[in-house]
């Protein structure tokens, strides 16, 4: 108004909810109206229509107007109110026109800085986001922080997170923000693939919104969610394969921007591997964490053969690994019946372990049993096979695998809940891969209280038959026969389970672990422009690559393949090279005379000492050195093993677990055992074997 004299002036911008009319100075009100009423698009630069240049005219005013070009305007006019008596100018309308262009400028200016300020909050939102979803490991905390952040950055008021079950042909919820989130997570959501939009995305694994739900055919109401306007669902891809969809739905029709959409599926492209990630990680954990509780279960083997405590442990040790409310071990007498021997997590125990049955009064035992299946029932109530046992009204959903010994099956482990459809498939593996250790640690204790029922039953023959001298000889030795066989097949049963857990560990785990690696590479690849991210995952990849080298030295440390390939002394070389820096054990090995072949037995014999002697003066003896030292002659080999540590007492130490298996050890492949040791002198530990061509 000032530069250009006029009496009054009106801005007026088109958006998309109609004209706006911005004046200054007295327009007339009914001049005002008409411009809120004007449509911008169909006016020409320079002239306004008729009907209203002749309405100001009538009131004194002339009307002259530009158009505004700025680059972000939609559309928008200039329109300026002059005395009619004043005579139009050349001048007067290039200074109208410079008008139009500074403001056009100034608009540009703050519609280019809301634009800025807006992209800002879309990169807070990302990097929040991408340092977050990197960061937590817990599964349910991971999801709910995705919804959470989604929500309160972009304000929209219903988000969902569903994740594809690719087994079941279906898509289902596992965490929602919003008004009706806690109620939604209680109902639970699930929707067939291919079904409405959310299953539309995650079978096509392309973007879709819908601006207004009335007008969509793919849309399906929630009952939760009445009020829903529209509707965006966006998937969550890795490669080619969608492991869910993130679905945010509005009360508002046409709620989604342009730009916010982009920056959703951004969102979404980057929690995908951060989901996936997780999923691997638990997996990973899962499968560390079966593979320790199968190591404790190794070591209740050779710690104890109490068949009762073997039991206790057994059942103890289950729990880290299957979530279950009861679990028990029924194991086939010697008269075929079938009787529950251990049971942990019922109200009765006693009345639990009274169990005596038939294993055909109980038509589910057999496939167990006899075809040596896994058996998952979903709910008992609906299993017409189902038979109650006293004490155990609690089950709803059962367990159950079987304790196979060679080609035998002696019983089933079985664990149970209170609840329907709880156990899965993965929950059945885990359950087997138990059975499979703990039937080894019920099988050695079978076997140690069938070789102590021996031995009574020799003390009492020799008691009673005194008389019989020569008779009672005979049957002691054979009696020590059996014991020398079931002691060596015990220490070969140990030696085979260990080789099984070394395949088991080498063919689950650690190919999980190189997965993970093939996977985070596959990350890096997408993630190049981000280097934060990037640093992360290269943290990822170091972790897998030291998780890899320690499960290559359990690996090694339950069956050294170098034993098998190099021999005796290359193996002990690289034993005593490979153990751990952070002990201070300095270490020698000395050989003298002319190596000879010993045989498998003999070898894994001597190797497993040498073993222990050094665990012993490592966790032990506090010892700073230890020299090994083998010494071979025709047919004999000795082996000292002599560390400078603290020592002991024999007489009162002798009985301890680690030197009954170094005697055990040596007694079952023939050979003998000397242990000399003092308090304060350190220790010196001699064994004999024979060699391969010796009988023993």
Request: with cysteine.
């Amino acid at each position: 108004m000032e530069v250009t004299g006029a009496h009054w002036a009106a801005l007026l911008l088109a958006g998309e909810r109609g004209a706006q009319v911005f004046a200054s100075g007295e327009i007339p009100p009914f001049i005002h109206r008409q411009l809120g009423e004007l449509k911008l698009r169909g006016v020409s630069d320079t002239t306004l229509p008729a009907y209203m240049v002749s309405r100001a005219a009538s009131q004194g005013f002339a009307i002259e107007c530009a158009m505004l070009t700025g680059r972000d305007l939609q559309s928008g006019m200039v329109v300026l109110g002059l005395p009619l008596a004043e005579r139009p100018s050349r001048r007067r309308g290039s200074l109208l026109r410079l008008v139009a262009d500074d403001l056009s400028g100034l608009l540009d200016s703050v519609a280019l800085a809301g634009q800025i300020e807006h992209i800002k909050s879309h990169l807070s939102l990302v990097h929040r986001l991408g340092q977050q979803v990197t960061s937590i490991h817990d599964r349910a905390e991971l999801f709910e922080e995705i919804t959470r952040l989604i929500q309160y950055s972009l304000g929209y008021e219903h988000i969902q997170l569903l994740l594809a079950d690719e087994s079941g042909g279906s898509i289902e919820l596992v965490h929602a923000s919003g008004p009706f989130a806690p109620r939604l997570l209680q109902a639970g959501f699930r929707e067939a693939i291919g079904r409405g939009i959310i299953g539309r995305v995650a079978q096509t694994g392309r973007l879709r919104m819908s601006a207004d739900v009335v007008n969509d055919s793919q849309f399906i109401s929630h009952a939760l969610l009445p009020n829903t306007a529209s509707e965006l669902a966006l998937p969550l891809r890795l490669g080619q394969r969608v492991i869910g969809v993130l679905d945010i739905q509005s009360d508002h029709r046409d709620a989604f921007r342009r730009d916010d959409v982009i920056l959703l599926q951004t969102i979404a492209d980057q929690i995908a591997p951060a989901i996936e990630q997780n999923r691997l990680f638990a997996a990973e954990r899962q499968q560390r964490e079966l593979a320790d509780t199968l190591a404790d279960v190794s070591r209740i083997i050779s710690s104890s053969l109490d068949p009762s405590h073997v039991l206790e442990a057994v059942l103890h040790e289950l729990a880290r690994v299957v979530p279950h409310r009861g679990c028990r071990v029924t194991l086939k007498g010697d008269d075929g019946m079938m009787r529950v021997v251990a049971a942990k997590g019922y109200p009765d125990i006693d009345l639990v372990r009274q169990v005596v049955f038939e294993p055909d009064a109980a038509p589910l035992s057999a496939p167990v049993l006899y075809q040596h299946h896994t058996l998952i029932i979903s709910d008992v109530t609906k299993e017409a096979d189902w038979v109650w046992q006293p004490g155990t009204d609690q089950v709803r959903a059962w367990c159950s695998a079987p304790l196979v010994s060679g080609n035998e099956c002696i019983g089933w482990l079985c664990v149970d809940w209170p609840e329907p459809n709880f156990y899965t498939v993965d929950h059945g593996r885990s359950v087997r891969a138990f059975a499979d250790q703990a039937v080894v640690a019920i099988g050695n204790a079978r076997l140690f209280a069938r070789a102590k029922e021996l031995s009574e039953e020799l003390e009492q023959k020799v008691a009673d038959r005194t008389l019989q001298l020569s008779e009672a000889r005979d049957e002691i030795e054979r009696k020590a026969h059996e014991l020398q066989a079931l002691l060596r097949r015990l220490v070969n049963v140990q030696e085979e389970e260990r080789r099984r857990i070394a395949y088991d560990l080498h063919d689950s785990v650690a190919q999980s672990i190189l997965a993970s690696t093939y996977e985070l590479q596959a990350v890096r690849r997408r993630v190049v422009d981000n280097q934060d991210l990037d640093q992360r995952l290269i943290q990822c990849q170091r972790l897998l690559d030291v998780t890899m080298r320690d499960m290559k030295q359990i690996i090694y440390a339950l069956r050294p393949t170098v034993l098998d390939e190099l021999g005796l002394i290359p193996a002990l070389e690289n034993y005593l090279g490979s153990l751990p820096g952070s002990v201070s054990l300095s270490t020698g090995i000395q050989v003298e005379g002319k190596p000879m072949p010993l045989g498998p037995d003999c070898d894994l014999a001597v190797y497993r000492i040498v073993q222990e002697a050094c665990q012993n003066a490592m966790r032990h003896a506090g010892a700073s050195t230890l020299e090994l030292n083998l010494r071979f002659s025709d047919a004999w080999l000795e082996v000292s093993i002599r560390d400078d540590g603290c020592g002991f007492t024999p007489d009162t130490t002798e009985r301890g677990l680690g030197l009954v298996g170094i005697r055990e050890r040596a007694s079952a492949v023939g050979g003998h055992v000397s242990i000399e040791s003092h308090p304060g002198r350190g220790t010196c530990i001699v064994i004999g074997v024979p060699g391969a061509n010796v009988t023993h």
